[in-house]
Structure formats: C-alpha cells, structure tokens
C-alpha cells in the first residue's frame, strides 16, 4: 500500500523567508513522487516530480525537493517564500492511482 | 506539459437534473483517466478510475449510477452527475495520464452547485 503524510495543515511564512512544507511517504515500492500547487477554484499545477533519478528534484517558481529514503521523506523547499506562493500545496505518491496527501495551506506574509 | 481542458468551469443546476463534465487530453491520449472530488478545505477524493473503452472503476461508497463516467475515446472522458441534489454541490477535478507515463495532467476542475 502507498501513501503520504503531510505534517501540518497550515504554514505562515514571512516574505522573503524560507517555505519548508513537509510529506513522508509509506511504499512498498520505489515511490514516484509529486508535489502538486492549487489556487482557489483552479486544478492542480505539477510543481515538481521524483520518479528514481537524482534525489534533489528542481521545479518550477524556485521550489526544490529532496527524496530521501533513510528518512522516507520528500519535503519541498523554497529559499525566498513570494506573495504570489500562497496557495494549497499537496504532496502524492503514485502507484496504480495517485494517492494525495490532505494538503497544507501557505500563508505568506507580507 | 500536456493540457487538460475540464468544462465547464462553473455550473449551477437544479435539484433533479443531470450535469455533464468533461475532461479532454488535447496534445496527448489519456489512456486513463481520473475523476475527483475535493471538499473545501481538503484534499482529492478519488472518485473513479477510468481507461479507454472500459468500464470505470468506482471507489467504495461512490454510486456508479448517480456518477456517470464515459471513456469514450483516447481524448475525452466524461463524467455525468445524474438526479443531483444539493449535497452533490462539489468541486469536481479530473486528470489524464498517457501512456507508459507517471505524471498526471489536472483540468481546471468544475464547481458545481445544486439548488
């Protein structure tokens, strides 16, 4: 069975300070892993994927994450948070389907 | 990336009618397809699994006939919400996957709303 764990359903940041939002994963297999970004009343946008390649995984609008199996993490990071990343983020692994993780609000503070 | 088109973005209907999404892979064929559900405030309920020319497959506690999936072609699912009452008043997302492919492609999703 496969799923992921999102710790903490809200996180405020201050602009400019670093966004960490955390996912742990459970597979009985090599996971492929996502992190997906939603705005209000929109479908969700690819922020980034691991599917076996290198551990630290580059995505779009500077966000980055890290696989790593000791730990059975994939927490997503960003240097510098923006106004613009508020929004709900979720985490999911992939097996058959596409399992979801409960997502986590990010506030950022101007 | 690939686009997946979902319409209509906003519907609302009365109690008792039939609504018809749908999900369209327009630079890809979708082999599969899924259909979501999502409350406000949490995440993705998956609804139903469907691939081309099939059946689709429900998830337990989901009526496969007030939600009505077709998978006609490669490019198009659709997803029926028959009789709709106000508690099926919901955000509505479907996603596409080609192929040999890991990633899926999400539509804009559909707020429905019942009265």
């Known amino acids: 069975a496969q799923s992921v764990t999102q710790l903490g359903s809200h996180v405020s940041v201050s602009e400019g300070a670093l966004v960490l939002l955390r996912c742990n994963y459970s597979s009985s297999v090599p996971p492929y892993l996502f992190w997906y970004v939603q705005y209000p009343n929109q479908g969700l946008q690819l922020l980034l994927k691991?599917?076996?390649?290198?551990?630290l995984v580059k995505g779009i609008n500077g966000f980055e994450a890290e696989f790593k199996k000791s730990e059975t993490s994939f927490h997503l990071t960003k240097p510098s948070a923006h106004m613009s990343d508020a929004a709900e983020y979720f985490c999911a692994v992939f097996g058959n389907q596409f399992y979801f993780g409960t997502g986590t609000s990010l506030t950022v503070i101007p | 990336g690939a686009v997946v088109s979902q319409h209509p973005s906003w519907v609302i209907c009365k109690s008792g009618t039939s609504v018809k999404i749908e999900c369209r892979s327009l630079?890809?064929?979708?082999?599969?397809m899924f259909w979501y559900r999502q409350f406000p405030k949490q995440s993705l309920m998956l609804m139903a699994t469907?691939?081309?020319?099939?059946?689709?497959?429900?998830e337990q506690g989901v009526e496969k006939d007030k939600f009505l999936i077709n998978h006609a072609s490669l490019t198009l699912s659709t997803l029926t919400v028959t009789s709709a009452h106000p508690e099926d008043s919901s955000f509505y997302i479907c996603?596409?996957?080609?192929?040999?492919?890991?990633?899926?492609?999400f539509g804009q999703g559909t707020r429905l709303t019942v009265v």
């Open positions: 630079d890809f064929q979708a082999t599969t």
């Open positions: 469907s691939n081309e020319g099939s059946k689709a497959t429900y």
């Open positions: 996603s596409a996957i080609g192929q040999g492919r890991t990633e899926a492609f």
């Open positions: 691991y599917t076996s390649a290198a551990t």
